[in-house]
């Protein structure tokens, strides 16, 4: 089993108002969570990104205001005060160059000793784009071809060193050339092979288009699937594109973003999560994530009321940066359904449909579902979202992991230096 720790985004997932939660900018919160992940002997440390503060309704968003800092920058920061932990940090493809980029993460991999990765995103929005020189805004059909084109041209950038050899500790600078629909460059790389070659990739798009790229590209898939059953169809079709690409099927890492809530019975565990639920979804929060669906000012809505009967406008502009739902009918239409079958309120809706798949129960119940859905072929591991920041994870690292190890489906030390090594990827083989 892989472990990942996902460092709590600015969004709602995170409960502020508990008063153990702290900043969500300073240096302190971000190297606690990593430092519990790395005594946890976990594979790596995930960052999620921001290129511009969402706005509702022409404010910005409230939970936007708290700080989205620089995911590389905080991440080399943290390569001085971890050893063995992967450091792994979303940057967009869309927003960035690859010369620049494939620099900054090959030197992020050096000063780690090999611990980089790079979890790759795109983006179609144009008022993302406004924060850009050139507008930003992409077509949302090439998304993906510029993500593609990218990884690829990074990968060249990475491989046009030589290997070291006698009096060439580092190797050589050997002249690049890529030439292709998105870029055109040439020149020669300034930073030398890496320790683990090419940082690792990971991805998570769930789309057709975001499958392939996965299964071509990536070393590691962000997955989100609610049931065990969903997980194990992601996971089989994921699987069987890989041999298309001359892969084998543990050359990529399945591993689904999941909560998790702890207690000292089932029964307790059960209570605490939906206690956490409701503070994460309040009732402004509520009519706010309604309003993202149906594309309205729902302010006069009441949470604690039904459904509004009237029908989403497909073309709002009401919620600008954030991932738009790609149905919002086919949305409002199911979630009526549901709050109709259950007799649910707008607030009850949200919080049965907005939840990520979450472990809950006492340690030996976690530590026992997370082992069946790896051993059933429905993840290869979790990238774990804590709701407090900084110390979320504490409690998973101090019950559950133990009980992983003598299981014997977790390590007890790591084995290599670099997060190839921990997640047991093939060494990249050189291109040119």
Do not use: C
């Not at 460092?7 to 502020?16: L, Y």
């Not at 991440?75 to 940090?89: I, N, Y």
């Not at 593609?148 to 600078?173: I, K, N």
């Not at 890529?178 to 991805?203: A, K, L, M, W």
């Amino acid at each position: 089993m892989h472990l990942a720790a996902h460092f709590p985004g600015v969004n709602s997932t995170t409960v502020w108002a508990d008063p153990r939660s702290t900043s969500q900018i300073a240096f302190s919160s971000f190297e606690h969570l990593a430092r519990t992940a790395e005594r946890g002997k976990f594979d790596f440390f995930f960052l999620a990104e921001g290129l511009r503060l969402r706005e509702h309704k022409g404010l910005i968003h409230d939970l936007d205001v708290v700080g989205r800092p620089e995911s590389l920058t905080v991440l080399s920061a943290l390569a001085a005060v971890t050893g063995r932990l992967g450091l792994a940090a979303t940057v967009n493809a869309t927003f960035n160059e690859p010369y620049e980029l494939a620099r900054r993460l090959a030197t992020l991999d050096h000063l780690s000793g090999g611990r980089a990765a790079w979890n790759v995103v795109t983006s179609s929005d144009a008022f993302t784009g406004e924060n850009f020189r050139r507008g930003g805004y992409l077509d949302r059909a090439d998304r993906y071809t510029r993500a593609a084109e990218f990884v690829a041209t990074a990968r060249e950038l990475w491989d046009s060193w030589t290997d070291p050899g006698p009096g060439s500790p580092y190797g050589t600078p050997r002249p690049f050339a890529h030439s292709g629909p998105q870029f055109e460059i040439e020149g020669e790389f300034t930073v030398p092979r890496s320790p683990q070659g090419h940082p690792v990739v990971i991805q998570a798009g769930d789309s057709e288009e975001g499958r392939e790229f996965a299964a071509s590209a990536a070393d590691i898939v962000f997955s989100r699937h609610g049931t065990l059953e969903a997980g194990r169809a992601f996971y089989t079709d994921i699987k069987a594109r890989l041999a298309a690409y001359g892969r084998k099927p543990a050359d990529l890492k399945i591993m689904p973003g999941v909560t998790f809530v702890l207690g000292d019975s089932d029964a307790e565990a059960q209570e605490r999560a939906a206690g956490i639920r409701r503070q994460q979804v309040s009732p402004q929060n509520a009519i706010l994530a309604l309003e993202q669906v149906w594309g309205r000012d729902l302010s006069a809505y009441d949470p604690d009321g039904p459904l509004p009967a009237i029908d989403p406008d497909p073309d709002s502009g009401l919620v600008q940066g954030r991932v738009r739902v790609a149905d919002p009918l086919a949305v409002a239409a199911k979630w009526r359904a549901l709050s109709e079958a259950k007799g649910l309120s707008i607030r009850q809706t949200v919080i049965e449909t907005t939840a990520r798949q979450s472990f809950i129960g006492t340690p030996e119940t976690v530590a026992a579902t997370l082992d069946t859905f790896v051993q059933t072929d429905a993840a290869d591991g979790f990238i774990l979202i804590p709701h407090l920041t900084p110390g979320g994870l504490d409690d998973f690292v101090d019950q559950v992991v133990p009980l992983l190890q003598e299981r014997g489906v977790f390590r007890t030390e790591y084995e290599g230096g670099t997060l190839r090594s921990h997640l047991g990827l093939p060494e990249p083989v050189r291109t040119g």
